[in-house]
């Protein structure tokens, strides 16, 4: 393609950010997701960034806005009254916790992590806004550390949603364990608005819905759902972000002259835990139902965020390899060669442009340059030609999920564009 062309995609990238701000927050994308996303509204301060630094800084302000009393940052703020979404603040239950009605579960730490990259841009101005924001990350991260660290120092997800990958196969079995008696009758609204073959089944969100259940009937007291947890799983996408998540926030801290030592505890307990989420046959990164014990044998993309927390892997390299030889837009949220790969169900085969870019950035910054530029032209080629959907087919790209996403037009903008010069 022409520079022109890169041009014109960048300006439809930063359009689609625009059009999906709703006043100093984001929505992922109109109708499907209509509220403010955690992880979401972190990339897309990533992708405000490139054009609008006082914009990205506001997105972070307004997602820690939401902040629960105990730290927790939710994983939805419910902003505005949508009837339209289910499930909504009602079957939530989660009143009283924060100053912003929300779910009552969390996202992947990419937070602290996006904030430094939009502070390394410009430190002029910088500097007063990390003060600021500096405090509420390391609450939220010190709530990971207390309530969703396993006795093996990995992260653990209480629920699918709370790991972002909400209908990964690495939740099969223990999703299989939970009986969702009592649900009741409900509509669901996603269906409305994508094909349900894209979208988890009803088996699956009728657990999700119970997972729901239990922790409004507990009013969200951690200390009380700590009790008998039917749902535990370690999980690599949680694990490999907050530990670099950490290692930013570590970063910042000294740069700051701020007492550092507790955050560098937690950087050395999830680097020790890691090694625990390696699966004893395959040797790869995988989930592990904390109940039993149990490795899922699932090779995800999550599997490949080690370089991005700072480690090194012989074994992982080799399966990147293949995979970036066997498809044409890795990489996919399911190994193809998975007996469960269904290439358009959400994250149970599709590849997503955030996935990528985290895994590409941490193997351009661990000297692992060939594989990360296979990965970005690839990732580049995708949203090229498929446009800024929430995710594609990694075989033949086709479009999937939500179109005018928020934060695949982020990604472009910050890591994939060609006219992007950080590269």
């Not at 969390?106 to 600021?132: C, H, M, Y």
């Not at 799983?233 to 000294?254: G, K, N, S, W, Y």
């Not at 999830?270 to 790869?284: A, W």
Request: glycine fraction near 8%.
């Amino acid at each position: 393609m022409t520079k022109n062309k890169w041009l014109e995609i960048d300006e439809k990238a930063r359009n689609v950010l625009l059009k999906n701000d709703r006043g100093g927050y984001t929505v992922p994308t109109p109708n499907l997701y209509p509220y403010q996303w955690n992880w979401d509204s972190a990339f897309a301060g990533w992708g405000f960034s490139t054009f609008d630094i006082e914009r990205a800084w506001q997105e972070l302000d307004t997602l820690f806005a939401g902040q629960w009393y105990n730290g927790m940052v939710p994983h939805i703020l419910f902003r505005r009254n949508d009837p339209d979404y289910f499930p909504g603040p009602e079957v939530w239950g989660a009143k009283g916790h924060g100053p912003i009605s929300s779910s009552g579960i969390s996202q992947p730490a990419v937070a602290a992590t996006f904030v430094r990259e939009i502070w390394e841009k410009d430190k002029s101005t910088g500097n007063v806004r990390l003060r600021k924001i500096f405090p509420k990350l390391l609450e939220w991260h010190r709530w990971f550390m207390k309530w969703r660290l396993s006795e093996k120092n990995t992260v653990f997800i209480s629920h699918p949603w709370e790991a972002g990958r909400d209908n990964s196969p690495d939740w099969d079995d223990a999703m299989e364990a939970i009986n969702p008696f009592d649900v009741g009758v409900y509509t669901r609204r996603d269906t409305s608005h994508v094909d349900s073959s894209m979208r988890p089944t009803k088996e699956d969100y009728d657990r999700y819905l119970w997972l729901v259940k239990r922790g409004r009937e507990l009013e969200w007291d951690e200390q009380l759902m700590s009790k008998n947890r039917p749902f535990e799983v370690a999980d690599p996408t949680m694990t490999f972000i907050l530990l670099r998540a950490c290692r930013d926030l570590l970063f910042m801290a000294e740069a700051l002259n701020f007492d550092s030592a507790e955050i560098s505890e937690w950087c050395t307990k999830l680097s020790d835990g890691i090694e625990t989420l390696r699966n004893p046959n395959g040797g790869f990164f995988n989930a592990i139902n904390c109940l039993t014990g149990a490795h899922s044998g699932n090779i995800t993309s999550a599997s490949f965020l080690n370089w991005y927390a700072g480690m090194h892997d012989e074994k992982t390299l080799e399966i990147l390899a293949k995979t970036l030889e066997e498809i044409n837009y890795p990489i996919p949220s399911l190994s193809i060669d998975s007996e469960k790969f269904d290439g358009m169900r959400y994250w149970r085969g599709p590849t997503w442009a955030i996935l990528n870019s985290l895994v590409g950035l941490g193997l351009a910054e661990m000297g692992y340059l060939a594989e990360a530029e296979i990965l970005r032209n690839s990732t580049q080629s995708l949203i090229a030609e498929h446009g800024f959907a929430e995710y594609f087919h990694p075989i033949n790209g086709t479009p999937g999920g939500g179109d005018s996403f928020t934060w695949t037009a982020a990604v472009w903008l910050a890591w994939a564009s060609p006219s992007n010069g950080e590269h």
